[in-house]
């Protein structure tokens, strides 16, 4: 079992920057890929970037050059820096990991930006 913890989330103005970060604990040594997911009001859930185990990195083309997804196995946390946002990066944010076909979630962080 993998839990992860979002934080990071808030309202930002348009052209501003968040950092999200995403705590693992759990049996993080089954993790093969971990990415960020984002859903919208009345939108199915999206990919925005993952990274894997070698810190191969992919981005949705609507957030590449905006978004950076990194992580730090020392604190066995994910983030994904983001600036210039804009008023469609509006979403609920979703740490994601998959481990050995299983997929885990947590519970999603609000980024809200205003026009």
């Known amino acids: 079992q993998v839990q992860l913890v979002e934080s990071g989330g808030g309202l930002v103005q348009t052209g501003g920057s968040l950092r999200l970060s995403c705590a693992a604990s759990?049996?993080?040594?089954?993790?093969?890929?971990m990415g960020w997911y984002r859903q919208a009001p009345g939108k199915q859930r999206e990919l925005v970037a993952v990274i894997s185990t070698g810190d191969s990195t992919g981005y949705a083309a609507s957030v590449k050059g905006r978004f950076t997804i990194s992580r730090d196995n020392a604190k066995d946390t994910l983030y994904l820096q983001m600036n210039s946002l804009k008023p469609e990066d509006t979403a609920v944010y979703y740490c994601?990991?998959?481990?050995?076909?299983?997929?885990?979630w947590g519970q999603g962080t609000q980024v809200t930006v205003s026009s």
């Open positions: 759990g049996s993080i040594f089954m993790i093969n890929v």
């Open positions: 994601n990991a998959r481990a050995y076909g299983d997929d885990y």
